[in-house]
């Protein structure tokens, strides 16, 4: 038997569950809404009284991100798990000039936010949980998923050994940078291999870092360091995210931790003290991937399936947050006026809407890890005046300011 689905997504990571949930609230209660993951989706037990843990992992959020999650009253929720960035440092290594951005120069609560991804996570998931109007369906793995034209789509899922059908009128896509049913869809996707790894860590500082976050560029790539919040041994907690080529990264994750700490340390030098102690590293290969299309007749592919980029500047779920909220506000605006949820004219609305946003966040995350390892001298020294000339070229500090919030769109 054949099951119909108004709407299905594929799967139930931090952007699925946000778009379900901001589907959920723009759309009429008739329209249903299905989320499919592969794993168990256990809530984990009151995470709320759980203060973070040294090492847990966090996700930046813009202020535009803020305020999505506001509109439908999940901010509140997971906000004391939060941690402000009021202030954004940027240098370059071994030049003059820098930059600092502040929310209090532009009239902004912050420029942004640094999650617990427990927290946000767990608050996504029970909230889903709790709404009877979205249907959850864990341990489900995809067997097939093909294209029916204006009919939609129809799939094919195991759910613990019981293989279940279904046809929806529009499937949207959010499995991942590697996204195997945007493949099955036989939709091909541009990659940039940066030739550079990141090593993830979370460190303890001297002095704390008073809300602001880093963003260094050094020869071998960009260091940010954002501000988290503290814990009762750790209250200097920051977040590392170290960009550099794939055979220094190997070393950096695998030497001593008294090794480690001083060349972080060399490189991001001493504006919050001495490193006194770092967490467990992880190491992953960067690249920019990019879907070479995002909607077809029924199929919508977001997130990181839709477009993966370096995380230099943080912007990665904050898009994709961005397109998910313009997606339920064009999807609600079709039901209004009786178009099909699937329909490409519908479909490519959405796009075209997004276009210019997805365009500058892509290609400024492209651009500036390369423009700040160009080791050319002349082109450095440019580099250093015009991070000196922000702070007396108000207009270009407003932009730059806006763009890091989300508030330019």
Not at 234 to 260: D, H, M, Y
């Amino acid at each position: 038997m054949v099951e119909e689905r108004d709407i299905v997504i594929i799967v139930a990571g931090m952007v699925g569950m946000s778009l379900a949930l901001l589907l959920r609230a723009q759309l009429s209660e008739t329209i249903g809404v299905t989320l499919l993951e592969g794993n168990d989706l256990s809530i984990p037990a009151d995470f709320q009284d759980t203060y973070p843990a040294f090492d847990s992992r966090t996700t930046a959020l813009s202020y535009s991100s803020r305020r999505i999650f506001e509109n439908i009253g999940i901010w509140e929720l997971f906000e004391n798990n939060t941690s402000l960035i009021n202030s954004i440092h940027v240098s370059s290594k071994g030049r003059f000039g820098s930059a600092l951005l502040t929310s209090n120069d532009y009239d902004l609560p912050a420029l942004g936010y640094v999650a617990e991804n427990l927290a946000l996570g767990s608050v996504l998931l029970r909230s889903i949980s709790d709404s009877s109007e979205i249907e959850l369906l864990g341990s489900a793995k995809v067997l097939n998923v093909k294209s029916i034209g204006k009919a939609g789509v129809s799939l094919k899922i195991n759910q613990e050994g019981l293989v279940k059908k279904f046809k929806t009128k529009l499937l949207i896509v959010a499995d991942g940078a590697k996204s195997k049913i945007r493949e099955s869809f036989a939709i091909d996707s541009t990659i940039k291999d940066y030739r550079q790894d990141a090593i993830v860590t979370n460190v303890e500082f001297e002095r704390p870092h008073m809300d602001c976050a880093f963003e260094r560029f050094t020869e071998s790539g960009p260091l940010a360091v954002l501000p988290l919040l503290g814990t009762p041994s750790q209250p200097n907690r920051c977040s590392v995210v170290w960009s550099t080529n794939p055979e220094r990264a190997k070393k950096l994750e695998n030497i001593s931790l008294g090794k480690f700490k001083i060349l972080l340390q060399k490189e991001f030098g001493y504006r919050l003290g001495r490193i006194s102690d770092s967490g467990e590293r992880s190491r992953f290969p960067l690249s920019l991937i990019k879907a070479n299309e995002q909607v077809r007749q029924g199929i919508v592919i977001m997130g990181n399936a839709a477009h993966a980029l370096h995380p230099v500047a943080g912007q990665g779920f904050n898009l994709a947050l961005r397109d998910a909220h313009e997606l339920a506000r064009i999807l609600s605006n079709a039901v209004s006026q009786d178009e099909s949820l699937g329909d490409l004219k519908v479909l490519e609305s959405y796009r075209l809407a997004r276009l210019r946003d997805q365009e500058i966040i892509v290609t400024a995350s492209d651009i500036l890890p390369r423009l700040f390892t160009y080791r050319n001298h002349f082109v450095g020294l440019a580099r250093s005046i015009a991070l000196a000339s922000l702070d007396i070229l108000p207009p270009i500090k407003n932009r730059l300011v806006r763009h890091a919030a989300g508030m330019s769109f």
